[in-house]
Nanobody
Framework: QVQLVESGGGLVQAGGSLRLSCAASGSMDGINVMGWYRQAPGKQRELVAS???????KYVDSVKGRFTISRDNAKNTVALQMDRLKPDDTAVYFC??????????????WGQGTQVTVSS
């Protein structure tokens, strides 16, 4: 079992910055990918950024060049540095951890979410 707790959300003006943090506890065996999702009202949850234990990162096109994901495997934390924020970034951000079970399936763990609001 894995528990994820997010922090760092808040209200900022367009062009500002926020840093989200996620603290993981429990067994991290088999969890090679962690990431940040977000969900805005009326929209589907989307994967914003992900990172493997090896440090390989991926980003959704809309945040490339503005967001940076990082991971500290020793401390079991993952962070999302968000710069030059836009109103469209407004959403609830969720930390996610994927535990690989088979080549076709795994278990997803989710944090409670943290609100990010960007005003124009």
């Amino acid at each position: 079992q894995v528990q994820l707790v997010e922090s760092g959300g808040g209200l900022v003006q367009a062009g500002g910055s926020l840093r989200l943090s996620c603290a993981a506890s429990g067994s991290m065996d088999g969890i090679n990918v962690m990431g940040w999702y977000r969900q805005a009202p009326g929209k589907q949850r989307e994967l914003v950024a992900s990172i493997t234990t090896e440090g390989i990162t991926k980003y959704v096109d809309s945040v490339k060049g503005r967001f940076t994901i990082s991971r500290d495997n020793a401390k079991n934390t993952v962070a999302l540095q968000m710069d030059r924020l836009k109103p469209d970034d407004t959403a609830v951000y969720f930390c996610n951890a994927l535990r690989t079970i088979t080549s076709k399936a795994g278990l997803n763990y989710w944090g409670q979410g943290t609100q990010v609001t960007v005003s124009s």
